[in-house]
């Protein structure tokens, strides 16, 4: 029997993140790489560690092979514990035989024996694709204070994105009056961030009651969160303003990217009271060459750098030969920009090679500013000598020398 804990959590690491596109292809999107070091995951995995939560499930289904190698025995994140750590929990065939993951709620249905384990008075459910850093400690002490069975933590968005959330009508003593699941007409702009905190005792009977209900989509925001509002349950909404970005889509990601080297963004991955851990890779020391010229970047172990950096991240094991040029750039693990490449605004997965005098991207103002885009290149894709990408695909085949990439 495990030793009974006073709060677990639970990180939904499942989806497979088709906004991404090409770079969720083979991985799933918690396992996407960010800001030079790390992988989505490791953010909210660090928040758990650092609010003083010991056991977490990550609940993972759409190609989970890399994502669960990542994680391993949870080591980098001082989650290799005995009577807790972190438990890697994919969908498993049952008597009745196998059952993928339906939803969010279902996910944590199917892992209700794994809570049951020990005993928690409180669960906090987490999504595995925001970019944060968030003390869990002070929203259950919310929750504890206010005696709610479910917190959901709410930000403040700018009324034109409202419709992408689900959002809530909050009263002035925090309890919700109303929610509204990505609605065309919204009536708030308070958006719930997908992070919860239940009391374990009432989510069960509720998760039980969800599963039995043959018209339900097995979801939170759609099904088991109105259940317990339509109820009467004790619902309230915890404010967080610090930094918070839904890394789902191509350019939510790039300009979350470009937050970490803005000294004005709100996050700051230096601070030692509350450190973002990951399993870097191990590789030598950068070498920057006497004909390297870098503004404004972030530069990773391994890298071999003679060209020209601006604004951008540069992940472990890539190179910039001399005379390339990468702005306003991700450049992901092993990829390589060769001499005479331009690469603008632009995200260039793992292992991809951009050819000698290649263009990849372009910048904003150099064209239709309705039509441009993050222009972004597939894991292991390479980009022909002298042939150019322009803003706003994905590329995920090989570009021939010489040749104009067209969308397909």
């Not at 390339?324 to 693990?333: G, N």
Request: hydrophobic residues 40%.
């Amino acid at each position: 029997m495990a030793r009974k804990q006073e709060c677990i959590a639970m990180l939904l690491a499942g989806g497979q993140g088709s906004r991404l596109g090409i770079l969720t292809h083979k991985i799933a999107k918690p396992a996407v790489p960010f800001g030079g070091k790390y992988r989505i995951i490791d953010f909210p995995l660090s928040n758990c560690v650092n609010s003083g939560i010991y056991t977490v499930g990550v609940l993972t289904q759409y190609q989970p092979l890399e994502l669960n190698d990542y994680i391993g025995n949870g080591e980098p994140w001082d989650l290799d514990r005995n009577g807790g750590g972190v438990h890697i929990l994919s969908p498993y065939q049952q008597i009745k035989g196998t059952d993928w993951y339906k939803g969010t709620a279902n996910a944590i249905y199917q892992n209700i024996h794994f809570i049951d384990k020990y005993s928690p008075e409180y669960v906090v459910v987490l999504s595995g694709d925001h970019i944060y850093k968030m003390d869990y400690g002070d929203m259950l002490a919310f929750h504890k204070e206010n005696e709610a069975a479910c917190t959901i933590a709410m930000r403040e968005v700018e009324w034109s994105e409202a419709s992408r959330f689900g959002l809530m009508v909050v009263n002035d003593d925090n309890t919700i009056a109303e929610f509204q699941e990505k609605p065309e007409h919204p009536k708030s702009n308070t958006a719930s961030m997908g992070i919860y905190v239940f009391t374990w005792e009432k989510l069960r009977a509720y998760l039980l009651a969800d599963e039995a209900n043959p018209n339900s989509s097995n979801d939170f925001g759609n099904d088991v969160i109105p259940a317990m509002h339509g109820a009467g349950e004790k619902m309230v909404a915890y404010q967080f303003d610090g930094y918070w970005r839904d890394v789902g889509t191509i350019g939510s990601l790039w300009e979350a990217n470009m937050d970490i080297i803005s000294p004005t963004s709100g996050i700051n991955l230096n601070d030692p009271s509350w450190k973002i851990y990951s399993r870097s890779p191990s590789s030598p020391p950068q070498f920057i060459a006497d004909s390297a010229q870098i503004e404004n970047a972030m530069i990773t172990e391994g890298c071999d750098v003679r060209g020209a950096i601006d604004f951008s991240i540069l992940f472990a094991d890539t190179t910039v030969e001399e005379g390339a040029l990468v702005k306003y750039s991700i450049i992901m693990p092993g990829a390589t920009v060769k001499k005479g490449a331009v690469v603008q605004y632009s995200i260039v997965a793992e292992d991809a090679v951009i050819e000698e005098n290649a263009r990849v991207g372009d910048d904003p103002g150099n064209g239709d500013v309705d039509s441009w885009g993050v222009a972004v290149i597939g894991a292991g894709v390479t980009v022909g000598k002298d042939a150019i990408v322009p803003p706003n695909v994905m590329v995920n085949e090989n570009v021939e020398e010489g040749t104009r990439y067209e969308s397909k």
